[in-house]
């Protein structure tokens, strides 16, 4: 079975302060790593995803994550918050060496608030 | 917009009746997801559907079933509803197997 793991329900960061959302995952094979985030009233949107290659996987509004094998952690970084990233984030994973497995299998979500 | 339609927005109903909800995929996509959406389960995988056939089952109850159709549109049907059952249901789709989801807004249903 795959799953993920948000060990924090809530996170504050100060404007202008870098933030760190955490993410560890559990597969039986290789994993394929995926950050959304939701705003109020709107569905996920994409953030950024691991498939292979570079550990430091770059994406949307500034943010990075970063794929760490031997502690199965996928965090969600941005080197200066935003207000305007206050939201609700969630981790994702999908086990690719399960053949015909195209589900993604979310975290519990952590809510994000950037405080001016 | 991310492309995908879900309708409607809202829906408000009683426990024992029954609803459809809908959603288009974007243009292109071949693969449909449905996801619930609770404060106490959090995001939860119901089903996939690809090209018109069940591809995957995740946490979907008896009482709900769905089906893609020909033009590739799907529809989550919901049944016997109960309070519990209240939550925002998320439609999502993809263009293959290694590709992000796109998300539809969502559909709260409200079971009172």
């Known amino acids: 079975a795959q799953s993920v793991a948000q060990p924090e329900d809530q996170v504050n960061v100060a404007e202008g302060n870098p933030l760190t959302v955490k993410c560890t995952y559990s597969?039986?094979?290789?994993?394929?790593l995926f950050w959304y985030v939701q705003y109020p009233n709107r569905g996920l949107q994409f953030l950024l995803k691991y498939i292979t290659g570079d550990n430091l996987v770059k994406g949307s509004y500034g943010f990075e994550a970063e794929f760490n094998k031997s502690q199965t952690s996928f965090h969600l970084k941005k080197p200066s918050a935003l207000v305007s990233d206050s939201a609700l984030y969630f981790c994702?994973?999908?086990?690719?060496?399960?053949?015909?497995?195209?589900?993604?299998?979310f975290g519990t979500g952590t809510r994000l608030t950037i405080i001016p | 917009d991310s492309g995908v339609t879900q309708t409607p927005k809202h829906l408000i109903t009683a426990t024992g009746q029954r609803v459809t909800l809908r959603c288009s995929p974007r243009?292109?996509?071949?693969?449909v997801y449905w996801y619930q959406q609770s404060l106490d389960q959090g995001l939860q995988f119901l089903i996939q559907y690809y090209n018109g056939e069940e591809r995957a089952k995740g946490n979907i109850l008896e009482r709900f079933s769905a089906q893609q159709f020909p033009d590739l549109h799907s529809e989550l049907n919901l049944s016997s509803l109960e309070l519990g059952d209240s939550a925002l249901y998320f439609c999502a789709s993809s263009g293959g197997r290694n590709e992000k989801l796109f998300f539809g807004s969502g559909t709260q249903l409200s079971v009172l």
């Open positions: 597969v039986s094979g290789n994993p394929y």
């Open positions: 994702a994973v999908r086990d690719r060496s399960y053949f015909g497995n195209e589900k993604l299998t």
């Open positions: 243009s292109g996509d071949l693969s």
